[in-house]
């Protein structure tokens, strides 16, 4: 695994180590995919925390797992499995809960999120199901769950494109109403915004999101990569398109740092991109805590003088 | 009934039933408290916890208990009442998982005498491995579990149904609440051995969801809950006895998944529904 092998190793000169590393055809799709991957992950995921729907959007994340492992054991394409399911399941969370809740009181909450940890553990015993009958498929099973750089074809990269350019345009349409359902469903609701509606919308956009994710860094990984970019650009401003667009930076250095690291260490892409996406997480909230401390005191101090 | 003739049989019913009931009771607070989210984070803190153990060459159970009981003491000292709190337990489990995958690497390359399914038996559990000695150790720390609800399952419920009344009334909430998610670590701990670390918490969600969807008194729910939760695995286990192609993790997903759906579509309740408060 460990392909600086090859080459010669790290050399602290970024031009020359990303000539090194982009040498290799499967590296340049590595990168392209990844971009394309973090671009939608970040966008999407923005919404997810601003929506407070990280439990949807965990749960569509895992979903991926069973619809690769059913995709296999068909004998079809992952990538048909990954969308399927993905999709299905984003369809199955945004029908059931208010459907078969209504009239509910005050214990909907958790049975809203009783039904979507259900969907989620029942997925991925069906995926273990298709793991089991499937025989002599278990070496691929760390790879579907933990995601793998290697072996990105050029037609990959190219779906993998075209699919994010759909999400991102279906999503530029519904952004303005969505961004004011979000904040407030209430007053949205109030004004005539269809807000049913744009839930269904977003959590279908999200499970596609997902599907393409999960290709790279793996079903249980795709998470890390639509929560903490998001998560970090939030606390750094309160600016939407401000944060939309840092959230997007973020992704991309964190995705293209663990692409450089995995490619430099024996030890997995996964695990790279969470420990960085992480650590630029709990830096941006220490300079969150930071800069509010500064502001009171600042605050206080001025009163003070007055 | 020439199941129970198997060794391995009868350990797997042992070690499952107080597993179920367990997950059965803790579940029922999780769902009530609606932090289902919690149980979904500490199943992934369990699966890095027990490669952990495996890499540094101790037993896979303490280190899933260790992790999961010092992830759960983590989530309640940052407290629940802010609102970003599913983005911090988010952030935070998923770099946990992402050392578990460092882990499952260090430990797949650096022991060749490793079995390589590990992570595999881990994340989707292996209850027809316990041995005597699991299961019944297995069966005693869920007892102990099942025994801690039960003690402290009347604040609770109140801290539950109704915080800032309790809080009013002397309940020590907060302490509750950390008590509570510690218990929601162990019995996370145990649920791994038995239905593997990402199906855990189907064990916990579905019983206890299909358990409020039918009856409202607060403790016919946690008798049924429970109750449910060890029919399901009863039956899962015998589904995947007979139908030997069914991973028995499998089955008693499929079991209590069945049991949810039933619960959530064939039972139409009144429009306006009593609240808990009042039961």
């Known amino acids: ?306 | 009934m020439s199941a129970f003739t198997h060794p391995y049989f009868t350990h797997a019913l042992l070690a499952g039933t107080a597993i179920a009931l367990a997950a059965g009771l803790v579940g029922y607070f999780l769902v009530l408290r609606a932090q289902v989210f919690t149980g979904d984070a500490l199943s992934h803190v369990a699966f890095t916890g027990a490669l952990a153990a495996l890499v540094l060459g101790y037993d896979l159970r303490s280190g899933l208990f260790a992790a999961t009981v010092l992830f759960a003491v983590v989530l309640g000292a940052l407290g629940r009442r802010s609102r970003a709190d599913d983005i911090v337990i988010g952030s935070l489990f998923s770099w946990i998982l992402g050392l578990g995958v460092f882990f499952l690497t260090l430990y797949t390359t650096s022991r060749n005498t490793g079995n390589g399914t590990a992570g595999v038996n881990v994340l989707f559990g292996s209850i027809f491995g316990l041995s005597a000695g699991q299961a019944q150790l297995a069966a005693a720390v869920a007892g102990v579990i099942c025994l801690a609800v039960l003690a402290v399952a009347r604040p609770l419920l109140f801290a539950s149904v109704d915080e800032a009344v309790a809080t009013a009334r002397r309940v020590p909430v907060r302490l509750l609440g950390l008590a509570f998610l510690v218990l929601v670590g162990a019995c996370a701990a145990e649920a791994t051995q038995a239905v593997g670390s990402l199906l855990l918490l189907g064990l916990l969600a579905a019983p206890a969801g299909a358990a409020q969807r039918l009856t409202d008194r607060p403790y016919h729910a946690l008798a049924l809950s429970a109750g449910l939760a060890v029919a399901e695995m009863w039956a899962g286990l015998a589904l995947s006895y007979y139908v030997p192609q069914l991973p028995p993790s499998f089955a008693i997903m499929a079991v209590a998944t069945a049991v949810y759906a039933v619960a959530l579509v064939g039972v139409r309740r009144p429009r306006a529904l009593i609240g808990l408060a009042e039961a």
């Open chain 1, 1 to 306: 695994m460990n392909w600086a092998d090859t080459g010669a190793g790290w050399s602290w000169n970024p031009v020359t180590d990303l000539q090194q590393i982009w040498a290799f055809p499967f590296m340049v799709n590595a990168f392209r995919a990844g971009t394309v991957v973090a671009v939608l992950a970040a966008v999407m995921g923005w919404f997810m925390v601003l929506r407070r729907q990280s439990f949807a959007g965990h749960t569509l994340a895992v979903v991926s797992f069973p619809g690769a492992a059913c995709a296999t054991l068909l004998g079809i394409g992952a990538g048909f499995g990954y969308f399927a399911f993905c999709v299905g399941g984003a369809l199955v969370i945004a029908a059931i809960p208010r459907a078969a809740l209504s009239g509910a009181g005050q214990s909907a909450g958790g049975q809203e999120s009783a039904l979507t940890g259900t969907v989620q553990a029942f997925l991925l015993a069906c995926g273990f199901l298709f793991v089991a009958l499937y025989k002599g498929f278990l070496g691929g099973v760390n790879s579907l769950l933990f995601g793998s750089f290697l072996g990105i074809t050029t037609v990959q990269v190219t779906v993998l494109t075209v699919v994010a350019g759909l999400a991102l345009g279906a999503l530029a349409v519904i952004g303005r109403p969505l961004l004011f359902a979000s904040v407030d469903e209430n007053v949205a609701a109030g004004r005539g915004v269809p807000v049913r509606a744009l839930s269904v919308v977003f959590l279908v956009l999200l499970g596609a999101a997902t599907a393409e994710a999960s290709q790279i860094t793996g079903t249980l990984l795709v998470f890390a990569l639509l929560v903490m970019p998001a998560a970090a650009a939030q606390q750094l401003t309160v600016r939407p398109a401000l944060s939309l667009a840092l959230a997007v930076v973020i992704a991309i250095a964190v995705t293209w740092t663990g692409l450089i690291a995995a490619y430099y260490s024996p030890y997995p892409i996964g695990f790279y991109v969470t420990t960085f996406a992480f650590a630029v997480y709990v830096l941006a909230r220490a300079a969150h805590t930071l800069s509010t401390a500064v502001g009171r005191h600042r605050v206080v101090g001025a009163g003070a003088v007055a």
